[in-house]
């Protein structure tokens, strides 16, 4: 699905979060959101994932205004930083919670939401897990489990924040490549955040570095990895992505 | 090595440990164990038949009916309470949410005396609103309603406090997943805030249930102590003891503080039966 970002602003309180920014995400890209802290950048994933609202500006997915979409209207499968998977169900329950929310019309039966978490289980290559709790689980087959409960709900994108943030360095070079497979599989529009610009750069078709002062984020420059890395926009993406 | 050498260094000598362990068992001994010791041992001086006789008067039975009533209905209300208010400021940004957690606090600092006086001059005879209500047949002083409002007020903080430090810890992101799932706000309550803070809850409503039952200032005042009729169980057993029937008296008390005993004992065993989800439940 093809996001376009008109002019989207955003206040918490006093503080300016995002100044007005536009961007412009081609169907089928895998986005890089990259910048220090303070930048907006997750401000941003969770106005497209619509757990905060723009105070100006508007989303559109696929020509469609999608501003005022609920959150549970725009199917947007979302990843968060610590996973937020649900502590006292099964990994089996986790992945299925999508699809029995679902209003009864459309819900699946039960032997095709087993059949449908089996698949997941599988695409995220830890079939066995079915039945334990998150605790049970390591940091890197958390962040996968959250993958496959966010793909549960057959999203329209995918959302993440700081995706890998909480792992540790081996086990973050190997899923950046899980990422990029279940992208590729799915082909699903995905956006994720970064303060990693390694990590940005190496994963990402199309990288969007951000910045942030008083007046809130904005963005200093979009583009092929390769393209910001011979031409940096600016002197603070040129500082930011040699850092 | 031996253990005095090397031993760990958030432990103390053992000398230290000992005399510890032994203050804070007399401490316990002499606050706790003595007077309910005592308590069961007056109600038994005559005999088991006399206490349970003494329990058996009509009056008594009333008094007993008359508490579980009122715990029945003000704990109900007050855990629904105290999680609406609990999800309200831990969820929310709002302006007075400082103001609304003072509130709550309030039965904590005033004296239930001081409570019981505020609900007679709110709904008491010489009141309007006491006045209409009285005139529509339904009075809340010296009746079920005013007991009812007394015990509420004292206990309402129980439950709200026992929860909102959990929901503070666990924070929303739970909750803000299963919304980007496509769950309802009221499924997202059942299925996951729920959930999560089932213990809290379970100890603020016990807690919460022990002190209504329990409670003696505020309802002495709104009660009017009519025998038979708003005596709950503290108001007999002050109204028996001055009346020097200390069998009586003692035999109430003991059925009150085996009451306080039974939810102490429950607590413990749900506690050792899913002693792994609570372990799973602070851990992650």
């Given at each position: 699905m093809q996001i376009e970002i008109d002019e989207i602003s955003k206040l918490f309180g006093a503080t300016a979060a995002l100044h007005p920014v536009s961007l412009s995400l081609p169907s089928g890209a895998l986005v890089a959101l990259l910048g220090p802290s303070g930048s907006g950048k997750t401000t941003l994933l969770r106005i497209l994932g619509g757990l905060e609202f723009p105070d100006t500006g508007r989303v559109l997915f696929d020509g469609q205004d999608a501003t005022g979409l609920s959150v549970q209207d725009r199917r947007a499968g979302f990843v968060f930083q610590n996973y937020a998977l649900f502590r006292h169900m099964t990994v089996f329950e986790n992945i299925a919670y999508g699809l029995r929310a679902r209003p009864r019309a459309t819900r699946p039966t039960e032997a095709e939401i087993a059949r449908r978490v089996a698949k997941l289980l599988e695409l995220i290559q830890l079939p066995q897990i079915a039945l334990r709790y998150p605790t049970q689980l390591s940091g890197g087959q958390r962040q996968r489990v959250a993958l496959a409960r966010a793909l549960a709900i057959e999203p329209r994108m995918l959302l993440l924040d700081e995706p890998f943030g909480a792992l540790d360095a081996k086990v973050r070079k190997e899923l950046r490549q899980g990422l990029r497979d279940i992208h590729d599989t799915t082909g699903l529009t995905t956006v994720f955040v970064t303060h990693d610009q390694d990590e940005a750069m190496e994963l990402a078709d199309l990288v969007v570095v951000m910045s942030g002062d008083k007046s809130g984020g904005r963005i200093e420059q979009i583009g092929r990895p390769q393209d910001i890395r011979a031409r940096p926009a600016s002197d603070f993406v040129r500082t930011f992505i040699s850092a | 090595m031996s253990d005095t050498t090397f031993r760990p260094v958030t432990t103390e000598t053992p000398l230290t440990r000992v005399v510890l362990i032994l203050v804070s068992m007399a401490f316990l001994g002499l606050l706790v164990a003595a007077p309910l010791i005592t308590v069961f041992a007056e109600a038994l001086a005559e005999g088991a038949g006399a206490a349970l006789e003494s329990l058996s008067h009509p009056e008594a039975q009333d008094a007993i009916r008359l508490t579980l009533i009122v715990a029945a209905v003000s704990v109900p209300l007050n855990a629904v309470f105290g999680v609406a208010a609990a999800w309200l400021i831990t969820k929310f940004q709002f302006r007075g949410k400082a103001v609304l957690l003072t509130l709550i606090d309030i039965p904590f600092s005033v004296s239930p005396v001081v409570a019981g006086l505020c609900i007679i001059l709110t709904?008491?005879?010489?009141?309007w609103v006491g006045s209409w209500l009285v005139a529509h047949g339904f009075p809340v002083v010296f009746a079920l309603p005013g007991i009812i409002l007394a015990s509420m007020f004292v206990t309402f903080p129980f439950v709200a406090r026992e929860i909102i430090p959990v929901m503070i810890e666990q924070g929303k992101t739970e909750e803000e997943a299963a919304l980007t799932l496509g769950a309802s706000g009221w499924r997202v309550f059942f299925t996951v805030t729920l959930p999560n803070i089932r213990w809290a809850l379970l100890y603020g409503v016990l807690l919460c249930n022990a002190r209504a039952m329990g409670e003696f200032g505020a309802v002495a005042v709104v009660s009017g102590k009519i025998r038979g009729l708003t005596a709950t169980m503290p108001i007999s057993i002050e109204m028996l003891y001055n009346e020097y029937q200390s069998v009586a008296a003692f035999a109430m008390a003991a059925v009150l503080a085996l009451l306080a005993l039974v939810t102490l004992a429950l607590k413990t065993l749900l506690e050792w039966r899913y002693a792994d989800q609570l372990a799973a439940n602070r851990r992650h």
């Open positions: - | 709904f008491g005879a010489n009141s």
